[in-house]
């Protein structure tokens, strides 16, 4: 598949690195600039581009930057992907520690997702928000493997989370269907499936488990 990834940090410079290992055509961007990213693309064959460009021709689309971030990308973003794009969202919102108070999440009941969705104008899908960048390069596991790791998978787009599942099994982790955005503070941080390290039955009870009240930690 053409995948786009936005964002060069932890997450997404070890998705550039195990998609093109799959494989994959991979478009990477960072707010600094193709130049920026050398090593990166040396190292994994991926193509540097700017961020307006990241996400043209692409059938998977990964936005994994900051949150406080969201708001600056380009408008217009999504309109050169390829129809019924599917948008990866990794992202978390960490108040106190680095994007500030963000009043629609805060006061308005918005998941972080959600959130994201109505600046992005796209609907997305929530994966690996909740996983430790090195897990995605040293913890995949083939299909069946009592070691094998699960990830939550939430967005309301049916079609694109199968497809995010599957690009998901591919790089070595099982999936639980996390239903809709609406539902995706289950898998907010402070929860109990965030940062788990487990199996599909482990995070499908971390999940219901969940609490829908914000702890005080990550509020602003």
């Known amino acids: 598949m053409k995948i786009g990834i936005i964002g060069a940090g932890n997450i997404g410079g070890n998705l550039t690195r195990r998609l093109t290992t799959l494989g994959h055509e991979v478009s990477v961007a960072n707010s600094r600039g193709p130049e920026t990213l050398k090593a990166l693309v040396e190292e994994t064959g991926a193509k540097a581009v700017t961020v307006s460009e990241a996400a043209r021709g692409a059938q998977v689309v990964v936005v994994t930057v900051p949150l406080k971030s969201v708001p600056d990308l380009p408008a217009g973003l999504l309109d050169g992907a390829a129809e019924g794009v599917a948008v990866i969202d990794t992202g978390n919102y960490y108040p106190k520690e680095r994007d500030g108070r963000i009043d629609a999440i805060e006061d308005g009941g918005l998941t972080e997702s959600r959130w994201t969705e109505q600046h992005l104008g796209h609907r997305v899908v929530k994966v690996f928000n909740g996983t430790y960048a090195q897990d995605l390069l040293e913890r995949p596991r083939p299909a069946g493997d009592p070691e094998r790791l699960a990830v939550p998978v939430a967005s309301d787009d049916e079609a694109a989370k199968r497809v995010v599942r599957a690009l998901v099994d591919e ?47 990550h509020r602003a």
């Not at 929860?191 to 609490?211: F, K, M, N």
């Open 171 to 217: 790089l070595g982790f099982d999936t639980v269907d996390a239903g809709g955005i609406d539902e995706s503070w289950r898998q907010q941080p402070a929860t109990p499936v965030y940062g788990l390290r487990a199996g599909v039955d482990a995070v499908t009870r971390a999940l219901a488990e969940a609490s829908p009240e914000r702890p005080a930690a």
